[in-house]
């Protein structure tokens, strides 16, 4: 069974479509590359996966719990970092870290080590006693990404985790998200190409709210290409969007 | 409720870092004091004029400190409590859809009956503290004041009108916050919450215009009207019941609109 499954999905605001009809599929341990351009509509199926909004059409299940119906147990399993890292400013991230640690229900015996492990793991520990408001930009995204990993959810859904970060971050991050692999499933989105020919072995290209393309990147490659051996997946999703 | 509690203690541990909270307090204080000092002075001055034409020309109340002092500095502090609400309710919800944290809150597992009850919990709290910064004034008038009768208030009397006045602001507050669950502006919140309450607590006045069986729905209906006994240390049970009722219904509509997102 895949971890996270999506059938013909869309969501309308009003008049304009946002997402139509979005169909694709996540196995368990796999990591996905989530890709379009600006107003794609990738925002809007990532927060529909979490549960921020409701489908206009379709279904969307993880880890088998349908999003609209049973809220409460797939929200339990899903560590979120929106396209805002979600952050009260005038905490220390110490404080915020233990807010959402509570919030995840996280048992209160191992709620210090696991703080603990995600600010380790995403290298905050020097600056868990600062105000979030003080921290520079790169900071900040980092301790977004802490927060969508505290209680180790097994499927976590990244909306641009490297925005932000200096390249020696990026680098950083994107090891970090590779080690998830196998034991996290991950929905990761990004404008950063190659980021994604590094990190996924999988990817979601849409546009105007439709997939146009889905599939392994060697063989989008092979498909796209022609007769150019190495085509990059900048030029892929060039031709693919540019409709 | 592990979580609710958890949402308290952040909206406490956040008022307390801005110096929204201590601008609040010393606006309460400031203005309480003054009120307090004039109330003070009226009662002086009615002891000399019961002392010059007797105690027989002088109104009931200017008796004891109780009544002449306490009475009509709750009913100032009432009004204060009123313009203070706004400020401190206005970013309970508001906020975290300015700030995108509304995002967190509704993406972890945790039901919106835990948010709006954390939330409500660490407005009580704000409120509960300025109100209870005012209890200065009672224990400065123990200390220096003196009866015949041994202490110079009554405080059991004081206390049930501090009841009273927590109650008060228990009620502003979930007003307020279910204003704030409305709106993304903090601003837009706080001017409307001010004025749903202000009409609301003079509501009384309007029914003055109008005949018999509407007049006494319509006085029934106002906070002014209701604050009467419980503002002079009585257990009014009818108003506790009143004010109670527009508590749950507050958080009721506030657990509503949190629900609702869901649906948007």
Redesign the interface.
Known sequence: MPMIEVQNLTKRYRERVAVDALNFSVAEGEILGFLGPNGAGKSTTM?IL?????PSEGTAKVAGFDV?EQ??EV??R?G?L???P??????TVA?YLK??A????VPGRGLRAEVERVSGLTGLADVMGRVIQNLSKGYKQRVGIA?ALLGSPPVLILDEPTEGLDPAQRAEVRGLIKGLAGKHTVILSTHILPEVTMTCEKVLIINQGRVVAYDQIRKLAKVHGGKAENVSLEEIFIKLTAA | M??AL??A??EL??YF??PWAYAVFTAMLAVSSFFFVNSLFDFQRAQEMARTYGWDRIPQEFRNLTDGVMVPFWSTVVMITLFVVPFLSMRLFAEEKR?????????????PVEIVLGKYLGGLGIITTTLGLTIFFPVLLTVFGKADSGSALEWSTVLLGYGGLLLWGATCMAVGMFISSLTESQMVAALVTFAVLLPWMLLQGLAQATEEPVRSFISYLSFGAQLQGLMRGVLDLKAIVFFCSVIFFSLLLSHRTVEA????
Do not use: C, D, H
């Not at chain 1, 979490?50 to 409701?54: K, S």
């Not at chain 1, 509570?102 to 229900?105: F, G, P, V």
């Open positions: 927060k979490t549960g921020f909004l409701p609209f809220p409460l929200k339990r899903i979120y929106p396209e805002t979600p952050l009260y400013p005038e905490m404080g807010f959402v509570e919030l995840k229900r927060q | 592990r979580t958890a949402i203690r952040k541990s956040i870092t801005t700030n995108k944290t509304f995002e967190l809150l509704m993406t972890a597992p945790v039901r997102q869901r649906w948007a």
